[in-house]
């Protein structure tokens, strides 16, 4: 009877042991999964936070934009790489480097600074006061070399050519979607760069004309012809950088 009582007791204490030893396995092997997910998310914050070129675009088919996240030893490589997919046709009549809430660490590297001073073509740099580290060098560098006019808000460092005041909310906004939209209250005339007057579509100088003429019932009845439209930079930092580009192109194209 006692050693029937030992071997029920014994079982019983291989069967917690098991359970046990099953519990801890499973513990670890959660532990695990969610140590490998934590360490992806920090990879691919950090990835994000410092990757040297965000984006990059024509604007008009005809303005390169470039919007940096880290100034970089790679950011002119990451930029003649985007360069090379853009056919031969759109080649841009000047250059846009958003240095916009962009950082990175030590000294710009010289190719990069002169990548930029090379091109050879009209040069807006765009700053604000989340531009610090290697990228406010990297503005710092290029307006000193007379390469760039700078836009924005001042920075540790840099002095804007011509300053634009945007609200650091509205700014964020303007980053993600510089065609946005957005709601303000603030009266126009207080430099919040935020007040646009809408883009209204127009009827060409040949339409205004028919319509005033009205020679008979058809044309009274015809519909007047509205001229397409074409979205409108409402970020005020980037639309003075594309009337500058677009006004030294017209420019150049007369001188030549």
Known sequence: MLARDNGASRDHSLLLAGLGASLVRMICVQFQVRFFLAALVILIGIRGAFADLVEARLLDNRIA???VGSAG?????EISS???????????????????????????????ASFFANRNQPLAVLVDEKTQGAADHLALALQANR???VFGSPTADVQPDIMVKVSPSDEMLYLANPY????TNNPAGEGTGT??????????EADLVRDKIKDGDEDENTPVKVAPSKPVIRDPVLARAVDLINAMAVLRLSRS
């Open 65 to 67: 934009y470039f919007r």
């Open 73 to 77: 030893a790679h950011l002119d490589g």
């Open 82 to 112: 985007a360069e090379t997919g853009w056919e031969a046709t759109n080649q841009p009549v000047g250059t846009i480097l958003d240095l916009r809430n962009a950082s990175g660490a030590g000294a710009v590297p010289d190719a990069v």
């Open 147 to 149: 390469t760039c006019l």
């Open 180 to 183: 946005a939209v957005l709601n």
């Open 195 to 204: 007040n646009f007057v809408p883009y209204v579509d127009h009827t060409s």
